[in-house]
């Protein structure tokens, strides 16, 4: 399976391949379960492999380890999964 990072780059940088709407699921810890955000609200900071961040529906900028993403969607078909820990 290729690395998240990997995948994301080539969201946003691949033209063909980043042609469609993107979503990813990452794990709220406080809700317990998996919320999923459209791509193009996620913001990426170069040289930050630690993190994404959003504004979330409470109007709060978030930070989110990479290491919670679970999924990521391609126009509403799942394309990337992490593995599922034993």
């Known amino acids: 399976m290729i690395p998240l990072q990997d995948l994301l780059n080539r969201i946003r940088w691949d033209n063909e ?5 993107f979503d990813l699921g990452y794990y709220d810890r406080v809700a317990g379960k998996i919320i999923t955000v459209p791509f193009h ?5 170069e040289g930050d492999h630690f993190a994404f961040h959003l504004i979330d529906r409470d109007g709060e900028f ?3 380890p990479f290491h919670r993403v679970r999924q990521v969607y391609k ?3 799942l394309i990337w999964e992490r593995a599922k820990e034993a």
């Not at 391949?17 to 709407?21: E, K, Y």
């Not at 609200?41 to 900071?45: C, D, G």
């Open 17 to 21: 391949f980043g042609r469609g709407r």
């Open 41 to 45: 609200e996620v913001i990426l900071t």
């Open 75 to 77: 126009d509403g078909l």
């Open 62 to 64: 978030v930070s989110i």
